[in-house]
């Protein structure tokens, strides 16, 4: 019925989502001010004003540029408190968090720094939010394969808190194979491995993640749809694809969202999900996601429960805690 008390929205898990990219612009200012950093914007409107984006180059300039407001412990434990509360509010149930520590050891603030900040949300989020959590370390690919390198080495003290690896960043011309070497370090280490791969990128660089890198999941993958052999391969493995569906607009991957090939991909027998990605910057959180999809596409109640179930399927979840969700 469409009348009655506006219904929770599903429970779900996200899993490709940027901490760097859930900074609001009320905290961005907040966090200059505390911390005397002077951004090029007089105010938190005319920062909106530059969410217009033509590609994932251009968002990522702004993205990288706003980073300089965060620079303490207290900065990333109030930035990932902050989308916490949001994702509670969004049925977010258990949350895989990516972050860049490239985009700020480039800064001079620790990578120690930023994974205790994290950490210290994250361990009050189960009590205060009902949120389970990990944390997914991400390489910048348009940072050297060394970098990489560093980067791990610089985290080994915190391998306990950490679950996974991920490639993000400028995709085009920088291929998984580039970054073979670390994630068999991180694999040999016990972690789990994604990357993004065929967002902006072509299909070849999807087939790399798997047979190079050996990845669990695929982040984005839209483009896969172009090569009809990945799609069956996928479909086989059942590879998880995170799908950013609000993200592939602003980013100009989709030309609107009625475009998403998001039900082509479930027809394909594909284990897709839907997250949000840098939600600050796109216009919306998880669940907006999911509304979003359903109005765009016309998906049922029972493709949202797929959708939501797939979350979960798709979670590096020990066994008991995922049927407790499915
Ligand atoms: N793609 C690649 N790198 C990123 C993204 C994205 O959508 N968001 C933050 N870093
Ligand atoms: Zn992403």
Not at 252 to 279: E, F, Q
Request: aromatic share 8%.
């Amino acid at each position: 019925p469409s009348t009655g008390a506006p219904r929770p929205p599903l429970p779900k898990a996200e899993l490709h989502l940027h901490i760097e990219g859930t900074l609001e612009p009320e905290l961005a200012f907040a966090l200059a001010e505390r911390n005397g950093v002077k951004l090029p914007y007089a105010t938190q409107d005319e920062l909106r004003r530059a969410y217009s984006f033509a590609d994932l180059q251009s968002f990522l300039n702004l993205y990288y540029a706003l980073m300089a407001v965060l620079r303490t412990e207290d900065d990333f434990a109030d930035l990932a408190d902050a989308y916490l509360a949001r994702a509670e509010a969004q049925g977010v149930r258990h949350a895989e968090i990516f972050f860049d520590p490239q985009a700020h050891t480039a800064r001079g603030v620790p990578i120690g720094t930023v994974i205790r900040g994290l950490a210290r949300a994250l361990d009050g989020a189960q009590e205060t939010y009902g949120i389970s959590t990990r944390l997914i370390m991400c390489f910048l690919r348009d940072e050297s394969a060394d970098s990489a390198l560093e980067t791990f080495e610089a985290a080994r003290p915190y391998l306990d808190r950490i679950t996974a690896v991920g490639l993000d960043s400028a995709e085009v011309g920088h291929p998984p194979s580039k970054f073979k070497e670390v994630y068999a370090l991180a694999r040999e280490a016990g972690l789990k491995c994604v990357a993004h791969a065929g967002e902006e990128g072509p299909p070849a660089y999807v087939w790399e993640a798997l047979d190079v890198l050996g990845v669990d999941r695929i982040d984005h993958g839209v483009r896969s749809m172009e090569d009809e052999r990945l799609v069956a391969r996928l479909a086989a493995d059942q590879v998880p694809l995170t799908l950013c569906p609000l993200s592939n607009v602003r980013l100009r991957v989709i030309d609107d969202l009625a475009a998403h090939p998001l039900p082509a991909m479930l027809d394909a027998g594909l284990l897709v999900t839907v997250n949000s990605d840098d939600p600050a910057y796109f216009g919306g959180y998880a669940d907006d996601n999911f509304t979003a999809v359903r109005d765009a596409l016309g998906l049922g109640e029972e493709t949202l429960r797929t959708l939501a179930r797939n979350s979960f399927r798709a979670a590096f979840l020990d066994e008991a805690t995922r049927a407790k969700y499915l």
